[in-house]
């Protein structure tokens, strides 16, 4: 069944360095991706997406790596700040089934440290 | 622009009673989705409404009902809570049902004794 999940609960890293965060999807029909920042009290906010007919997609520094083969996802976060520091969910839907549904992994906390 | 907004934020009941947890969007969305969040366990789908006047289940929806009422509008009904329904619950709602970024509410915290 449809299956998103995440490498590692917690990340810890030192303020200015880069993060790296992983998501693993089972859904091989997977063709849309979604990260979502989320801090303590608050809803998710949107990060940053990606279809499945790209690689790589670049934001404000951040980036979201695309790998089909192994069926993974990442979300690399430049120059880490301490208001990164948040839950990290990637969530999926299969655009071409046209169903809306979107699901979401379990997430990692991502520490940063001054 | 309030975006998707939630009531109530917070909610006690009791094992057995009824409520409803209202959500509406001012963006003129369309698909509309209800989660909650349970500590380790992420953000699970418990029904959407891909459109107005469609609803379909997600990946837990026992126990709930809900109700695409207008384009606005997309309640949740618990009709006899249970202890095992205490958790967040978060509306969403985005502009097209398979694509694009979902708009989340702050969240509705339901504790059930």
């Known amino acids: 069944g449809e299956s998103v999940g995440l490498h590692l609960p917690t990340l810890s890293v030192q303020e200015g360095d880069n993060s790296i965060i992983n998501c693993a999807y089972s859904n091989s029909a997977s063709d849309y991706f979604i990260w979502y920042k989320q801090e303590s009290g608050k809803g998710p906010q949107f990060i940053i997406d990606i279809r499945s007919n790209m690689d790589k997609r670049q934001g404000q520094r951040v980036t979201v790596l695309l790998n089909k083969t192994v069926k993974h996802l990442s979300l690399q976060i430049a120059a880490t700040q301490p208001g990164d520091s948040a839950v990290y969910f990637c969530?999926?839907?299969?655009?071409?089934?046209?169903?809306?549904?979107?699901?979401f992994g379990q997430g990692t906390t991502l520490q940063v440290k001054p | 622009n309030a975006g998707v907004t939630q009531t109530p934020k917070f909610q006690v009941l009791k094992t057995g009673q009824s409520m409803t947890l209202q959500c509406a969007q001012d963006m003129n969305h369309n698909s509309m989705y209800w989660y909650r969040q349970d500590p380790g366990m992420g953000l699970r789908l418990i029904y959407y409404s891909a459109s107005e006047g469609t609803t379909d289940k997600g990946e837990v929806p026992n126990g709930y009902n809900v109700s695409r009422l207008n384009k606005r509008e997309f309640s949740l009904r618990l009709e006899s809570a249970a202890p095992s329904q205490t958790s967040v619950y978060f509306c969403?709602?985005?502009?097209?049902?398979?694509?694009?970024?979902?708009?989340f509410g702050e969240g509705s915290r339901l504790t059930v004794l």
């Open positions: 969530a999926e839907n299969t655009w071409a089934s046209n169903t809306g549904k979107l699901i």
């Open positions: 969403a709602s985005r502009k097209r049902q398979n694509t694009g970024e979902l708009f």
